[in-house]
């Protein structure tokens, strides 16, 4: 009787000091940067002994959960607007920065073969430019004997983050997308089919002949997709890889937007390439579970600090220096527990 | 002590049960199936209620043009369920169109044409067809149909079509991508058929072998058993199995999400891309906020409804059948 007792208080106590030193955070939201945050989670748990429990169900519903309260931290790959983060009294901060190609398959052309501008895709993807033979491709590819086959261009039919930054770049450089589409998670398509996650997208564009899709550059090269050329702000075809994507985060002002919601598509300098975006994490400013906040936010220091190699391995982009320390310094002013006591 | 415990129970309720009277436990039972019953409803409506609680919002906004409107444009909060409705019955109906005459015609060789060594076999790969996850239909469709039916179907039948009036509009597909309507609806054929396929096999296989001997026996060819004995006598039974069919492809997701293209346009051509009820929603419901949310849990809604009225034409049909 005694021993069973001591038995019991023993296990109870392993149980609480368990319970006592690692705190398994949990998030949840874009798919994105998904594969980029259990690298960093197995890396952290091995460092620290924290786990990192995190749901890959979308931007939308990284919003929904992190406003419920659910998660410690929600990832959204759309920015909040300013007045969108107030109301829920959230705080915003880049996690990594990531980018996307437009794949093409069209026969006898390599990756990086053909160069396309933002309008023009803007009007394959309107439907006005409808030939790969088109003058307009013809003009700026030359030398590639081009077919006279019908453009099938294809986008993400589920709601994603993916498809905010393709709209808005096309937003950013044509007015007739603009007005007529705009930029969102999911918009009205006035033409094209629609394939499921990036998989349904790059399935899509390698099984049928003569297609056009967007999906992100990791996805593209682990995938060994071909994929075009875009023309950028400064009227250069950069080669999509983790310097032009850095070019494009490293003349942005991020501190123009709250909680660092800027957009880097056609960002300026001479190798930026111009489908550019960062990912976001969110989380609440006045935490009511102190010390799963100050977990989170040690993970996020911890990743900033150690996780550049990790990122680079997989295609993501780690964030420019100076951009951390400025996350850094809001996690010390705006990141509090409800007392008003800062957290990090 | 807990193990003895237990023993007395066990002989307590021994003791007991020969006490409660026959009618008693009749009462029981009764009541437990009622309950199982009454279970079932209370799902269903609790279903239908939270469904309509969602997408009130949507109804209230947009009225019947919800039911009508075409529109589907998150930028300006704009919803109507017609293309994906449209999209729904289409696809079942071409379903139903290739599905059932061929599952009949399987149903028909295992039980009257085949060989005894060769109908265990071939009715065991029927099954097992239903038992192939709907994701798997989708990627076969994808990755092995899709470009087949682009190169062997969508482009020669569009470039025949192309400018004729009406076949021009249903069978003319300007970018053969091989993703569309009728892709799914083909698709869906092929998912429906074990279900229709089994079922009319055992109603076949049910009719007394009396009937089916005394029709040869006045020199009927066994097109004319099969036509005028055999399939008026299970016929109520097979649009039974074909209403269950239909129920299926009413619903189906994933398969169809992988398709039929994914485009929330009404088209006048089954070889263009369009939509489903339930492949919009799988499609958009994780990233959905506020009006787009409760759309598309209306459009469920409506599914819920469509089916319902199927199902009640289905009850119908079959209740004339057995009057006549």
Known sequence: MKFRELAAVAGM????????????????????????????????????????????????????????????????????????????????????????????????????????????????????????????????????????????????????????????????????WKSKVGANTSVSWPIGVGGKGNEGVSATVKQIPNSIGYVEYAYAKQNKLSYALIQNKDGKFPVPEIESFQAAAANADWKSAPGFGIILNNQPGEKAWPVTSATFILMHKKSDKPDRATAALKFFDWAYSNGDKLASDLEYVPLPANVKDQVRAVWKSDIKDTSGKPLF | MAAGSEALSYADRKSGSQVISLTGRNAIFRALCLSSAILVLAVLAGILIAMFIGGWPAFREFGLGFFTGSAWDTQNDQYGAWPAIAGTLSTAVIALIIGVPLSLGIAVFLTQLAPGWVRTPVATAVELLAAVPSIIYGMWGLFVFVPLFARF???????????????????????????????????????????????????????????????????????????????????????????????????????????????????????????????????????????????LIATGCILFLVTFVVLVVARLLVARMKAL
């Open chain 1, 13 to 176: 106590t392993i149980v609480m000091m368990g319970s006592a030193s690692a705190i398994d955070i949990t998030g949840a939201g874009a798919t994105f940067p998904f594969p980029l945050y259990s690298k960093w989670a197995e890396a952290y748990k091995a460092a620290s002994g924290n786990g990192l429990n995190y749901q890959s169900i979308g931007s939308g519903g990284g919003i929904r959960q992190i406003k419920a309260n659910t998660v410690d931290f929600g990832a959204s790959d759309m920015p909040l607007k300013g007045d969108d983060l107030d109301k829920d009294g959230l705080a915003q901060f880049p996690s990594a920065i990531g980018a996307e190609v437009p794949a093409i398959s069209v026969p006898g052309i390599e990756a990086r073969q053909m160069k396309l501008t933002g309008p023009i895709l803007a009007d394959i993807y309107l439907g006005k430019i409808s030939k790969w033979d088109d003058p307009k491709i013809k003009a700026l590819n030359p030398d590639l004997k081009l077919p006279s086959a019908g453009i099938n261009v294809v986008y993400r039919s589920d709601g994603s983050g993916t498809t905010f930054v393709w709209t808005d770049y096309l937003s950013r450089v044509s007015d007739e």
């Open chain 2, 153 to 295: 179907f969508q482009v020669p039948v569009s470039n025949l079509t192309e400018g004729l009036p009406i076949v021009g509009t249903i069978l003319y597909s300007r970018s053969p991508t091989g993703l569309g309507v009728a892709t799914a609806g083909i698709i869906l054929a092929f998912m429906i058929v074990p279900f229709i396929a089994s079922i009319a096999r055992d109603m076949l296989a049910q009719i007394p072998t009396v009937l089916r001997e005394s029709a040869y026996g006045i020199g009927c060819t066994t097109w004319e058993v099969v036509r005028y004995v055999l399939l008026p006598q299970a016929g109520v039974s097979i649009i039974g199995a074909i209403m269950l069919g239909l129920g299926r492809a009413l619903g189906e997701t994933m398969a169809v999400t992988f398709v039929i293209g994914n485009a929330n346009r009404l088209s006048s051509s089954i070889l263009d891309p369009g939509s489903t009820i339930a492949s919009r929603i799988a499609n958009e419901f994780n990233e959905a906020l506020g009006l787009q949310m409760s759309a």
